[in-house]
């Protein structure tokens, strides 16, 4: 089993709008590729609270290479980052 952190930085007043595409598009389309989350984290107090950071779990480097090969090329995925 391997734990993926993954943060991501916003610019000041753009998180909101990331966690609605991560509502609206993101998990779903992390389901249809078999992508499982191991949690979601936003920072309240201090610098960095424009960040939001993620935990997401594989089953092997293999499985993670598969998975996220087939997610960031989904045309769904690539259409809601626009």
Excluded at 12 to 36: M, N, S, V
């Amino acid at each position: 089993m391997i734990y993926e952190l993954r943060i991501y930085r916003c610019l000041p007043g753009r998180l909101p709008a990331l966690i609605k595409r991560f509502e609206d598009a993101t998990l779903r389309i992390w389901d249809r590729h078999g992508i499982e989350q191991a949690g979601f984290w936003t920072t309240v107090v201090g610098d960095s609270n424009n960040d939001l950071t993620y935990m997401i779990r594989w089953a092997s480097m293999a499985d993670r290479e598969a998975r996220w090969g087939a997610f960031v090329t989904d045309p769904e995925w690539i259409a809601a980052r626009d």
